[in-house]
């Protein structure tokens, strides 16, 4: 690859917009649900299995989980995307904590996070 061309690749990546949203991790074998607000809903799964598979998810009972079940027990959902162009950065963190609460209630599920 040209050095023009990397150049280019790495500004269309930083300027590249992320979707916010809300997702569910499903532990089939217990039938637990834990849902939670994501500022880059698509990369977060990666991001998610990692701390896993790594034994540092901040979840403790998660973690638990995934330590008895392994990946093939796990799936992930994504449950909403939130479209944030009108809104300003704090105004994406309330509509995240919104809908995380509606979520977390509609399904009976636990936080993912905290």
């Known amino acids: 690859m040209d050095r023009q061309t990397r150049r280019e690749r790495l500004r269309d990546y930083k ?14 074998p217990t039938g637990e649900v834990w849902t939670a607000g994501s500022r880059n809903i698509d990369a977060q799964q990666n991001s998610l299995w990692f701390s896993l598979r790594n034994g540092g998810h901040i979840n403790r009972v998660l973690q638990a989980a995934w330590t008895a079940h392994g990946v093939a027990g796990f799936s992930f959902e994504v449950l909403e995307r939130i479209d944030g162009e009108a809104l300003t950065p704090g105004g994406m963190i309330d509509a995240l904590k919104a809908r995380e609460r509606h979520w ?11």
Request: net charge positive; hydrophobic share 50%.
């Open 104 to 114: 977390l209630a509609a399904l009976g599920a636990k936080k993912a996070l905290g």
């Open 15 to 28: 300027e590249r917009k992320s979707v916010a949203g809300v997702y569910a991790v499903r532990c089939g």
